[in-house]
């Protein structure tokens, strides 16, 4: 390798280098935060650093931590390992993982995120007032790559293996009803998310949700309530279903 060539890789390394050793606080005075995004008491640098709290839209990420993957810079990609919230705290989002960025993609690795059950209701269509217990889903492996066509329709996914689970699952319809834990496996389809329900569950949930796009769900297979739920779950999965020969409530969304 000629001088030059050495001079300039040193100069680019230095550069970057320069960048990540930048205290983040500092970086964030020039860069323009979208609205729905907000943060609080930022410390450390790019490669190693702490935010006490992130919100996004309604979503808050307390005592958020990251450590950036120095040997994906070289494949042109940032990489890094992030932590966020307490594992402890059902009452609260938490998780760890690896989150990488390319150009175009987004991938998580070995990823896991906790939620209450009730910080989601607003996104679900069930008819119930509330929902009680821990969503957790845990990816082993993902990867979405951005359309730059703005004719082309965006992907969810490209690759997807993971695991949604509902802890503790409680609904309440005028009175709080348990039904233990609902577990889906996660795939990508044809660019779709796909959760599957195999009825092993007190709801007897069996079928695929699929996830087109953000605005896009749907769902489609069957209940069958176990006995011991209260009348009031059969009474109203009968408003919306009627039974097959099967025993099950077929379920279209």
Not at 82 to 93: E, H, P, S, V, W
Request: glycine fraction near 8%; charged fraction near 20%.
């Amino acid at each position: 390798m000629s001088f030059k060539k050495l001079f300039s890789l040193f100069i680019v390394m230095l550069i970057v280098f320069s960048v990540l050793l930048t205290p983040v606080s500092f970086i964030a005075k020039y860069v323009d935060t979208p609205k729905n995004v907000a943060y609080q008491s930022l410390s450390g640098t790019l490669w190693s650093g702490r935010a006490n709290v992130i919100q996004v839209d309604k979503w808050q990420f307390n005592s958020l931590t990251w450590d950036m993957n120095i040997a994906a810079l070289f494949t042109g990609k940032l990489s890094f390992d992030i932590k966020f919230g307490q594992a402890r705290d059902a009452n609260q989002l938490s998780g760890k993982g690896t989150i990488g960025l390319g150009f175009n993609t987004l991938s998580l690795s070995e990823f896991t995120f906790r939620a209450p059950a009730s910080a989601i209701r607003s996104e679900l269509p069930i008819p119930t007032s509330e929902l009680n217990g821990r969503v957790i889903l845990d990816i082993d492996e993902f990867h979405m790559t951005s359309v730059t066509d703005p004719n082309e329709q965006m992907q969810m996914c490209d690759v997807l293996q993971g695991e949604l689970l509902w802890t503790k699952a409680e609904v309440v319809f005028g009175q709080a009803m348990e039904l233990g834990t609902i577990a889906s496996k996660l795939s990508c389809n044809e660019g779709d998310v796909v959760a599957t329900f195999d009825g092993s569950n007190k709801l007897g949930l069996e079928g695929n949700a699929r996830i087109e796009s953000p605005d896009s769900f749907g769902f489609q297979g069957f209940v069958k309530p176990d006995p011991s739920l209260p009348r009031d779950i059969h009474n109203g999965i009968k408003m919306f279903s009627q039974l097959d020969g099967q025993g099950r409530y077929p379920i279209k969304l």
